[in-house]
């Protein structure tokens, strides 16, 4: 059963703040890792956070890391992405994704080939 990402994004200016959230449906249990990926015009799909959704250890991607912040609410099932001091160069369209691996390090959730479940990407357009 497929687990299933909704996400809410938007159009910001530099320097602003936004939350993406992804809703998990399905079989949840089998969720090990989640992540957020994204990918800008004209470039490959990159790694941006990851965390662990028993435990909550995360890790960032250098060019987010201490403007992003990852977090779940397991009660709740969702998966966020805080982002604060936006930058045009954040510009992309962003992918919530699940791992039904069990990986004993966080890091190995940074790798697209270690997650099973993608939602449909949402764009954040951050303008100068």
């Known amino acids: 059963l497929r687990s299933s990402c909704r996400r809410w994004g938007g159009l910001v200016q530099a320097g602003d703040s936004l939350r993406l959230s992804c809703v998990v449906s399905?079989?949840?249990?089998?969720?090990?890792?989640m992540g957020w990926f994204r990918q800008a015009p004209g470039k490959e799909r990159e790694f941006v956070a990851s965390i662990r959704w028993s435990g909550g250890s995360t890790y960032y991607a250098d060019s987010v890391k201490g403007r992003f912040t990852i977090s779940r609410d397991n009660a709740k099932n969702t998966l966020y992405l805080q982002m604060d001091s936006l930058k045009p160069e954040d510009t992309a369209l962003y992918y919530c994704?699940?791992?039904?691996?069990?990986?004993?390090?966080?890091?190995?959730?940074?790798?697209?080939?270690?997650?099973?479940?993608w939602g449909k990407g949402t764009q954040v357009t951050v303008s100068s």
């Open positions: 994704a699940g791992s039904r691996t069990y990986y004993f390090a966080t890091y190995d959730y940074t790798d697209e080939s270690s997650m099973n479940y």
């Open positions: 399905g079989r949840t249990f089998t969720i090990y890792g």
